[in-house]
């Protein structure tokens, strides 16, 4: 795992010496995600130069250093992630390559994508990379990024330099380098709290979308192409049904699963999990312990509000599996010590608020292994989420006419979250619903939508965007897009295959990238091997939500390992209570970036809207905590960028 940057100046016209020193800068500007080592490799007569950014995983000695040329000095590559089929790929290289000189992916990928061309060796690895490759006869450049998203990669094309990075920040250290801020993608911020791709905060600068790559040829213009889908993997799945039976379907996952966790367990340093004690996680730590000759060590964060606190069943289910367990009980004020570093550690506006506790248990694994195996993943491609659930049952429910649901809805609105909170107490707490005022409210808000309209209200944390962000135009994203529902006919699944394109990789791996990162932590998602995802698409509905039970397959794949008493309960998310602590130790801070001064003189926002949020929360009438966060953290971010 590691950081990359570099350019290519197609005039062509720079020394050596000053295309090193620009890349050499980019590269510094992101040690934490390579603080072994940093190495510049540049070529004058192409304009080119890379910045690498070392964190040594697989061959810690000099001949796994980036960037890398090929042995016969055609290729070079610049790459970050990690290929868990190497032998793979050496068998198919076979003996074009003579000999290596060393063990690490990186110089495998190299040589298979000399060999084969970038295309056939992308196709052919299974892995989670943002590269660039250059190929100096041709003087072409590659930019590539895996097909889920599990990694970052921006470029841009400016005044005919072409940079890229890992991140935003290393843009700014080249001279050429000048955007303005996007309004229209910091209206897609405020609706989603993430910037989804191919959209950043700059004008003129982006994500390369997942499973997608660049190609810029010598005196051409940046050409981005799709070389694995999603919508092919669906249209290939409901092709090819599974049709055995739920004993063979369970079996067939298990084997796929073990063998992708067992795949992401191979490294040169200490290795670890992330343990929440939900089917995620607890799976993914099921089949590593049953693959390692040693207890498997697994991290948790625990906190002492209990309606957020998971850290005692993730303890439960690191006895059972007999793993070697570190957990690390926050108070508040821990936590809240986060919040004013989140600006610089995501690098551009976010506002997911579980970014604080991802953080922090990525800093109490960083403690004790560089490796550290998530579970994400598995709520998209198998059902996690409550609106899944919700959805089942919502075509029910918009048979009831639109008046007497608004009804239902202003009776539902007539008690405070809080209050919602106390009537639900008397519901046993193994099947209380966390946070139910908060899940009351929210349904409440999208009761009167029919179809789509019910996802895409769900997931705004403001409606209508364009009315707050000062002359803003909203792209259209794939939540938008019409043709999905052609692609994908049933609700369910439509929503699990927007969240995968969009929520998937632009918030919750956004969100454990640049947590992990930000520590110098690699994080593995064995979920997302890209066999996985097509086979989960293979699934019938109804093995993976099955009369209301959300991931029934993964269940039983995990009922093999861990008894369900130990697993099966509410789902509750990786939260922290930022709603009563903006009331409370945060709302000064708050307060000073939701000033009415500040944000009209700020040309983003108008005040108005905001201002009304902030004074209904602070009431306790109602819980705005997203919509608020969302513009808490831009502004937060403008001052740490500005």
Known sequence: MCGIAGFVDTSCQMAAGELGEIAGAMARTITHRGPDEQNVWCDKAGGVAFGHRRLSIIDLSAAGRQPMVSASGRTVICYNGEIYNPEELKAALGDQVARYRGHSDTEVLLEAAETFGPEEAISRANGMFALAI???????????????????????????????????????????????????????????????????????????????????????????????????????????????????????????LRDAVGRRMVADVPLGAFLSGGYDSSTVVALMQAQADRPVKTFSIGFHEQAFNEAEHAAAVAGHLGTEHTELYVTPDEARDVIPRLAQIYDEPFADSSQVPTHLVSMLARQHVTVALSGDGGDELFTGYNRYAVANKFNQVTRVPKVLRQAGAGAAHALSPDAWDQVFRVVPARFRPRLAGDKVYKLADVVGETGDGFYHRLISHWREPEEVVRGAREPATVVTDRCVEELVPNFIERMQYRDTLTYLPCDILTKVDRASMAVSLEARVPLLDHRVVEFAWRLPLEMKLRRGTRKWILREVLYRHVPRALVDRPKMGFGIPIDRWLRGPLRDWAEDLLAEKRLR????????????RWVEHLGGRRNHQYALWNVIMFEAWRDAWR
């Open 134 to 256: 250059w190929q100096r006869d041709a003087r072409r450049l590659w930019l590539v990024r895996d097909r889920l998203g599990i990694k970052p990669l921006y470029w841009s094309m400016q005044a005919g330099v072409l940079l890229f990075a890992s991140e935003l920040r290393p843009f700014h250290e080249h001279p050429g380098f000048s955007a303005d801020l996007d309004r229209g993608a910091i209206a897609a911020y405020m609706r989603h709290n993430y910037i989804p791709h191919p959209h950043t905060v700059f004008q003129g600068v982006h994500q390369l979308p997942p499973g997608h790559m660049l190609r810029l040829d010598h005196g051409g213009e940046p050409v981005v192409e799709r070389y694995w889908e999603l919508a092919g993997a669906v249209r290939d799945g409901r092709r090819d049904r599974f049709e055995g039976s739920d004993a063979e379907a369970v079996d067939a996952l298990e084997a796929l």
């Open 601 to 612: 003189e700020g040309g983003i926002f108008d005040p108005a809207p905001i201002r009304a």
